[in-house]
């Protein structure tokens, strides 16, 4: 069983980055879990078991940027239970794999589509609260370690004071809605909101972060239920912290790319 990304893409007017599409087992659930990753080792493999370990009704899909460190093997991901392996071999960071995630998702024919971060910050125990937001009909979930029930463990306090001063403000004003977290990539996204034209998150102009600032703002402005739900995010004690954003170059094209957000500049009537 397998799908052809390009294919789809091509039927659809889907712009989908060039990868290989490993489909490991069949279709099981309604919704998937998409992990978008590069390079985490053992923190994805340690995830991926506990998340199997929940013994939830969700199909894990993982789309790999590229990994070298050996945690993209296919068939070391079929004994931690995962559904599919989509391994990018195109141009584009973290939404570009998005894009190819959610082309396999669109393609599968999941009702919905729940986002998590593959270096092991996350509770992957949360995941039932999303699941029962989007049954209830909800466009949009953000999770927030910020909301009542949800923790914050040793964030890095620059990373907190730009969330709470900067980042969750201007999305929350673009939105007209109150964010709390929205650097968070722990969210959920119904079908109804990623097939809308008047989103179409399968864009190239959404190549690196931009789809993270894009759709919690895009689907409160379209009036989609959008809510956020508690969650856990654990940064380690001690080493160093598991991100993808270095440098005060990155940080200032992640105020770009929100600004942008904010301003209208990715909507599909705003290029």
Known sequence: MST?????????????????????????????????VINEGERLLAQLGRVRDLGLDLDVVVADGGSTDGSNVPDVLAGLGVRALLVKRDAGKLSAQLRMGLAFAMAEGYAGVITVDGNGKDDVSALPRFVEELDRGA?????????????????????????????????????????????????????????????????????????????????????????????????PDAGSIPTKIHGRRAQFELVKILVRAARGVYDPDGQ
């Open 4 to 36: 052809d990304l390009l294919t789809v893409s091509e039927e659809n007017g889907w712009a989908v980055p060039r990868g290989e599409v490993h489909v490991l087992r069949e279709k099981r659930s309604r919704y998937c879990v998409l992990i978008p």
């Open 139 to 235: 466009g949009f979930v953000q999770g927030s370690r910020y909301v009542p029930g949800g923790r914050a463990i040793n964030t890095p306090r620059e990373r907190h004071l730009a969330i709470k001063l900067f980042h969750a403000p201007l999305t929350s004003l673009a939105a007209r809605r109150r964010y709390t977290d929205t650097t968070n990539g722990f969210r959920a996204h119904s079908r109804e909101l990623l097939e809308d034209p008047r989103v179409a998150p399968l864009r190239s102009v959404f190549d690196t972060y931009e789809l993270l600032a894009y759709l919690p703002i895009r689907a409160a402005r379209l009036d989609y239920r959008c809510l956020e739900v508690p969650v856990t995010r654990a940064y």
